[in-house]
């Protein structure tokens, strides 16, 4: 086709433009007049909310992607650069971190959205299989994502979900060994999967403008799920969905900004706050929330091969959804067997993602299987007949002259996926052992308006530099960091000066050392790992940068193993070297008590009690695992307000702009 | 006024305009410092991290250095010449008159006092950034013995001034002090 595109903006720049290139035609089209059904509920918003997190996802990928370093030896530390060096490191990550989250809870939404309201059935087919693509995707996408920051759980959740592949006969090992780059998990993997993890978005991207591009043509489908009849049944895109989605989008930004600022590791693990280790399984090994139901259905399964592949059959039957349900009406509103049925078959997928967070024995062993069968049978036999046999409601004429209401289904669907969601993360994994309960402790640091308490943590620096450091690294932290804790300049100097540093190598080329300066690291109190094991019977003492966010429920847990030290009781058969403690698991610990009362003597006149001593060091280590906590905390008062406000004025708007309509 | 519903056309304008548009407006400006509030961690993140700036300083051991050789040091990842000059290219340097020079600079604010022997320089060529050669006494320094640009010819004098070709100004002194007499910290 020659010639100009015939195009009618006032504005000349906008028309010669245009006229040659018709974007703004195109945009005009499908997004400013786009004829929209008119009775979209809040559910319609999620596909919005998708695109935009996509959106934020890329940017603040880029950006990690400009201090990361995708190399073994370096990755874990490049991660705590970003964290501790880089301005606003720690918000890009953890923004990046928490969106993984958050892309998949709106995905989920919107997936559900879909099986609801029937939005899979003709004509909007292949609209639906593209989103199943983009699910599996997104799903490669984060498990690769995952493996990055180079902690235990990113090495061993890489190791478990590469070796599923090696279920497949006779091919399975040569596909891991290719994926692997080697012989186990390491350097070459974690190279492309790094280059792989850059490069998913973009497909994604494009699969996504497929997703749309199909979506303008069938048009969208609405909570009844019948055609559009005539002009009165749609209003424009634009303004009407624009302001709807709009207010969903403060909303939803609202609350991924709650994970960022107040709960950053919430939905995270603590063995990735561990850098890799090869050679040894931290003891639950669990996936990330988002893929704990393909796992539930994975160990359901007794036999290797058959788990992977009913695993993979769980997404993969879903391309077939749309001819599995030969109901030929599409909302569930009108469908009263079915609608009770799409919410059981949603349960069974979070109780398969319960299950997957428990270790397979007893009940969850049992339920995994009730579940995991009617996950299939629903797909495969209840939808086939159930739409043969079912007498559906009658249906209204059109969606401006609807005879239904149906605002409280609305709410309880609500109600039930965000109580669902919300279940699966609050059931953290039972241990096997017996449980150590860990008193509770008062923290300067706890809760959205704490504050780390500078001058003990000042105090608990003294106690690392006189008893800790003498086996604990810390060696993510540098003399400048102190800075943080309301240090001096010119005692920060004197701090780094009175310690001897390597310094590179003389003119002679041999290894140099002198005082070190407030760049410096601090000063490892071994060379390497394994002199540090071998003056310490064996046993590593771990280095403490992160050792509050590397246990569960960290500050607790360090001041109860710090004062739990007691003589063991009679019963115990303690071995040689091992110290009896009340809350270490197992309760035999290689570090002999290392506070007591009147260990140190504090400048500023504290009573040197044990119990004023573990505070100190804890508030101190609090503070050195997550130096942003306090900026992090008060950045996230003023989004939260922010976005509130946001909210609020868009709501207003959307009142103003629907006012005609409803 | 949200059930105020005559009178509309079908773009859903409310009879109301004022009100609308006051809160189109509040909620493009939201908006717009929204996206602000989340290029400006973005933008910031590509300055210098803590760990670059805090690396800001490095000292320098003067005594290996002979009369008439310089040294190169890195310092922020840049190269620092550090020359010990002879009494001549001293004399040289000092007896250059500002009418002679393109970027008119004494060789006493090049230098501090009871330290002349000595020339900290910035080294790179403020034409295009390539490195200067010099400081070997066997390698091309220019008709002014001081130092001189492979690339594209500029000629500096023993005070690191521009004397001939594209470069536009002097050779920058960075800031530095001497520690002792035979040490310099620069930074
Ligand atoms: S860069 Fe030195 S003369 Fe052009």
Redesign the interface.
């Known amino acids: 086709m020659a010639g100009l595109h015939k195009s009618e903006f006032a504005n000349p720049v906008i028309n010669w433009v245009d006229s040659r290139l018709p974007i703004f035609t195109m945009m005009q089209k499908e997004y400013g007049v786009f004829p929209t059904p008119k009775n979209f509920n809040y559910f319609w918003n999620f596909g919005a909310l998708a695109m935009v997190t996509l959106v ?1 996802m890329i ?2 990928g880029i ?1 990690l992607a ?2 990361y370093q995708p190399n073994t030896e370096l990755a874990f530390g490049s991660v705590q ?1 970003i964290m ?6 720690w ?2 990550r953890y923004v990046h971190q928490n969106g993984a989250s958050m892309f998949f809870m709106v995905t989920y939404i919107h997936i559900f959205r879909g099986l609801y309201y029937g939005s899979y059935k003709a004509p909007r087919e292949l609209l639906w299989m593209l989103g199943v693509i983009i699910l599996l995707l997104m799903m490669a996408t984060a498990f690769m994502g995952y493996v990055l920051p180079w902690g235990q759980m990113s090495y061993w959740g890489a190791t478990v979900i590469t070796n599923l592949f090696s279920a497949f006969p006779v091919v399975g090992p040569k596909i891991v060994t290719l994926l692997w780059g080697g012989f186990s998990v390491d350097n070459p993997t974690l190279n492309r999967f790094f280059a792989l993890h850059y490069l998913m978005p973009f497909v994604l991207v494009g699969v996504v403008f497929l997703h749309v591009a199909a979506l303008h043509i069938t048009g969208s489908n609405n909570p009844l799920g019948i055609d559009v009849k005539s002009p009165q049944d749609t ?2 895109f634009h ?2 969905y624009t ?1 709807k989605d ?1 207010v969903g989008m403060c909303v939803f930004l609202m609350i991924w900004a709650g994970f960022v600022c107040f709960a950053p590791n919430l939905l995270g693990d603590a063995n990735n706050f561990i850098p890799a280790n090869p050679l040894q399984t931290p003891a639950d090994i669990v996936p990330e929330w988002y893929f704990l139901p393909y796992y539930g259905i994975l160990r359901s399964v007794p036999n290797k091969l058959l788990g992977v592949c009913m695993m993979f059959a769980s997404i993969l039957l879903l391309l077939a959804l749309p001819w599995l349900d030969t109901s030929k009406v599409r909302s569930a509103r009108f469908r009263p067997i079915f609608r009770i049925l799409v919410f059981v078959w949603c349960a069974t997928f979070v109780g398969l993602g319960i299950c997957g967070a428990h270790k397979p024995e007893g009940i969850w062993v049992i339920l995994s299987r009730l579940f995991a069968f009617y996950y299939f049978a629903h797909l495969l036999v209840v939808l086939p007949i159930l739409g043969k046999l079912e007498r559906p409601l009658p249906l209204p004429e059109s969606i401006s002259n609807p005879v239904v209401r149906a605002a409280l289904a609305r709410s309880v669907a609500v109600a039930a996926i965000v109580a669902a969601l919300l279940g699966v993360q609050s059931l953290s994994p039972a241990h096997a052992e017996e449980e150590i309960v860990l008193p509770a402790q008062k923290w300067s640091f706890a809760g959205v308006f704490g504050t780390v308490d500078l001058a003990s943590a000042q105090r608990g620096f003294q106690i690392y530099s006189e008893v800790c450091a003498n086996c604990h690294s810390m060696k993510y932290l ?1 003399y ?1 960091d102190l800075a943080g804790i309301g240090v001096e300049p010119g005692q920060i100097k004197a701090i780094a000066a009175a310690v001897t540093v390597p310094q590179g190598t003389n ?1 002679e080329g041999e290894a140099k050392e002198g005082p070190g ?3 410096d690291q601090f000063r490892s109190p071994f060379a390497n790992d394994k002199q540090a094991r071998a003056r310490n019977n064996g046993a590593l003492p771990p280095d403490l940068s992160l050792m509050v966010n590397a246990r569960e429920d960290g500050a607790n847990h360090v001041y109860a193993i710090l004062t739990g030290y007691a003589d063991a009781p009679s019963t115990m058969k303690m071995q040689d070297g091992m110290n009896y403690n009340k809350y270490f698991p197992g309760h035999q610990i290689a570090m002999p008590q290392p506070l007591r009362d009147g260990q140190v003597t504090y400048a500023d006149g504290t009573p040197n009690t044990l119990d004023q001593e573990a505070r100190d060091v804890v508030t101190f280590l609090s503070w050195a695992a997550n130096p942003e906590q306090t900026e992090r905390k008060q950045l996230g008062i003023r ?1 939260i307000l ?2 509130g ?2 909210a609020c ?2 709501y ?2 959307k ?8 | 006024m949200a059930h105020s519903t005559a009178s509309t056309d079908t773009h859903g304008h409310p009879a109301d305009p004022s009100k609308r548009d006051m809160l189109e407006l509040l909620a493009g400006a939201s908006a717009a410092l929204l996206g602000a509030g989340i290029a400006w961690p973005l933008v910031s993140s590509m300055n210098p991290a803590k760990d670059v700036l805090a690396l800001s300083s490095v000292e320098v051991d003067l005594a290996p250095i002979a009369a008439g050789q310089g040294i190169v040091v890195s310092w922020q990842g840049k190269p620092i010449f550090v020359r010990h000059r002879t009494p001549e290219e001293v004399k040289a340097a000092q007896d250059a008159k500002p009418s002679e020079l393109n970027d008119p600079q004494s060789d006493a604010a090049r230098t501090k006092p009871g330290h002349e022997t000595w020339m900290v320089l910035i080294g790179i060529c403020t034409h295009l950034g390539c490195i200067p050669l010099g400081n070997k006494a066997t390698d091309v320094r220019g008709e002014w013995g001081g130092w001189f640009c492979p690339c594209h010819g500029s000629q500096y004098d023993t005070s690191g001034r521009i004397r001939k070709g594209p470069a536009p100004t002097n050779l920058a002194v960075p800031p530095y002090a001497f520690e002792s007499d035979s040490k310099i910290k620069i930074g």
Do not use: C, E, Q
């Not at chain 1, 501790?84 to 490191?89: E, K, L, S």
């Open positions: 934020l940017v603040t950006f400009m201090n650069h501790r060096d880089v301005n606003f490191g918000l890009i209003v424009p303004p009407f302001i709009s540098h400048r003119d300066t407030p760049a989004v922010y976005l406000f946001m004025v868009t207003a708007l009142r103003k702009i629907w006012a005609a309509v409803h």
